[in-house]
C-alpha cells in the first residue's frame, strides 16, 4: 500500500477554523503539488478529505473525485487517520489530505513506532510505502515533497 500525506496548503487566518479558505499563495501551492501528483499518482488512487474549507480547497486542485472524512479534521487523532485509510492493508494507494499536528503524528508512528514532532510543511507531501523483509514489516518514504521545490 502507498499513503500519500497531503498538508492543505497555505490558509487565511480566522475564528472560523474550519471555514478558512486558502490564500493566494496557498492557491498556487496547492496547483503545483497537484501538477507533481499528477504525474506521479496511480490511476486508482483513493482520495481522503478533511472537511476543513481549506483541505477541500488543497484537494480541489487536483481535480479529482474525493471522500470528504470527519475523521481527518482539525485536532484528528493518528491512529483514526491511519485507520480511514486503510493502513496496512487497502491496496493501491490513498491520498489523505490534512492538518498538522496529525499528518506529522501518522507518518512518525509509522516511521519510528511512536509519535514524535514531525511537521509536513503547509502544501507539503510525504509519501510513504509498506513492505515486509524476511518477517519484519518496514514503512518506507518514497517521496517528500514541498511545493516551494516544485
Do not use: C
Not at 475523521?71 to 493501491?92: H, R, T, V
Amino acid at each position: 500500500m502507498d499513503l500519500i500525506l497531503w498538508r492543505h496548503a497555505d490558509a487565511q487566518e480566522g475564528e472560523r477554523d474550519m471555514a478558512r479558505p486558502l490564500t493566494n499563495k496557498g492557491r498556487k501551492q496547492a496547483e503545483r503539488m497537484a501538477v507533481w501528483l499528477h504525474a506521479h499518482l496511480p490511476k486508482d488512487t483513493r482520495i481522503l478529505v478533511s472537511p476543513a474549507k481549506r483541505t477541500r480547497e488543497t484537494a480541489d486542485a487536483l481535480e479529482l473525485k474525493y471522500e470528504v472524512d470527519a475523521n481527518l479534521a482539525p485536532g484528528a487523532d493518528a491512529a483514526l487517520l491511519l485507520a480511514a485509510a486503510g493502513w496496512p492493508d487497502a491496496s493501491g494507494a490513498v491520498l489523505v489530505v490534512g492538518h498538522q499536528p496529525t499528518l506529522g503524528e501518522a507518518a512518525s508512528l509509522l516511521l519510528f513506532g511512536e509519535t514524535r514532532g514531525l511537521s509536513l510543511k503547509k502544501g507539503g507531501v510525504l509519501w510513504l510505502s509498506n513492505r515486509v523483509r524476511g518477517d519484519t514489516p518496514q514503512s518506507v518514504i518514497k517521496a517528500a515533497m514541498t511545493a516551494e521545490m516544485l
